[in-house]
Nanobody, 117 residues
Framework: QVQLVESGGGLVQPGGSLRLSCVAS????????MGWYRQAPGKQRELVAS???????NYAESVKGRFTISRDNAENTVYMQMNSLKPEDTAVYYC???????????WGQGTQVTVSS
């Protein structure tokens, strides 16, 4: 059974930093596009950042210049460094693993990030 396990969420003051991690098991990690999504209360889940299997990255406009996604294929892990956090970054953050051919899509259980003074 495929597992994506996130960690690193928590409570942080505005302007602070957090680093999220997601460890994947039972997939050929290097083949997958890995992403971080978030869902705030009352809002739809949205893509925050993604990284392709060759390292190409994509960011939501709202996090460009503040968040950095990276991956370690040897450790089956994707990271997201979040700096200059704002209250509007408060959400549950989900790790996602996606493959186009064959079509596969897996989610982690989510980790809460709260930005508040």
């Amino acid at each position: 059974q495929v597992q994506l396990v996130e960690s690193g969420g928590g409570l942080v003051q505005p302007g602070g930093s957090l680093r999220l991690s997601c460890v994947a098991s039972r997939i050929i990690f290097s083949n997958y596009i890995m992403g971080w999504y978030r869902q705030a209360p009352g809002k739809q889940r949205e893509l925050v950042a993604s990284i392709g299997n060759f390292g190409r990255t994509n960011y939501a406009e709202s996090v460009k210049g503040r968040f950095t996604i990276s991956r370690d294929n040897a450790e089956n892990t994707v990271y997201m460094q979040m700096n200059s956090l704002k209250p509007e970054d408060t959400a549950v953050y989900y790790c996602n693993a996606k493959l186009d051919l064959p079509r596969k899509n897996y989610w982690g259980q989510g980790t809460q990030v709260t930005v508040s003074s």
